[in-house]
């Protein structure tokens, strides 16, 4: 940070500024949708290479033909699919996203996602 007088600091541990477009969609994603009735849906999806390669909602399994390339813009990520099958998101961190999908299992609604973590 920088002060009027031209004096700068930084503070350690800290946070740091990052516009939306350098997040990374790529990934596992464990989800929680159905924002209409409190979000207790689970949901996963993976985004490989940009597409989207995967899609579950609680038991059920999207019926899609994988991979879906998603359309990127300023952090954010869509796709439409065949019968209403549609998802779009924002990327609010490196690991966190949220947004809204129609797709079997899944409702038509609201839904939020931390990426998850491999070791």
Same mark, same amino acid.
């Given at each position: 940070?920088?002060?009027?007088?031209?004096? $700068?600091?930084?503070?350690?541990?800290? +946070?740091? @500024?990052?516009?939306? =477009?350098? @997040?990374?969609?790529?990934?596992?994603?464990? !989800?929680? $949708?159905?924002?209409?009735?409190?979000?207790?849906?689970?949901?996963? @999806?993976?985004?490989?290479?940009? $597409?989207?390669?995967?899609? &579950?909602?609680?038991?059920?399994?999207?019926?899609?033909?994988?991979?879906?390339?998603? !359309?990127?813009?300023?952090?954010?990520?869509?796709?439409?699919?065949?019968?209403?099958?549609?998802? &779009?998101?924002?990327? =609010?961190?490196?690991?966190?996203?949220?947004?809204?999908?129609?797709?079997?299992?899944?409702? =038509?609604?609201?839904?939020? $996602? =931390?990426?998850?973590?491999? +070791?």
């Amino acid at each position: 940070m920088t002060n009027p007088g031209g004096h $700068a600091a930084t503070l350690a541990g800290g +946070y740091t @500024f990052a516009p939306p =477009d350098v @997040f990374d969609a790529n990934g596992d994603w464990i !989800a929680h $949708a159905d924002g209409s009735n409190h979000y207790l849906t689970d949901m996963r @999806f993976t985004i490989q290479n940009n $597409a989207l390669i995967a899609l &579950s909602c609680g038991s059920e399994v999207a019926p899609v033909t994988m991979p879906i390339p998603l !359309a990127m813009q300023n952090g954010g990520f869509s796709f439409s699919g065949v019968n209403g099958l549609s998802m &779009s998101g924002k990327l =609010d961190s490196m690991t966190t996203s949220e947004g809204r999908v129609n797709a079997p299992g899944c409702g =038509d609604g609201g839904w939020w $996602a =931390d990426k998850s973590v491999r +070791y």
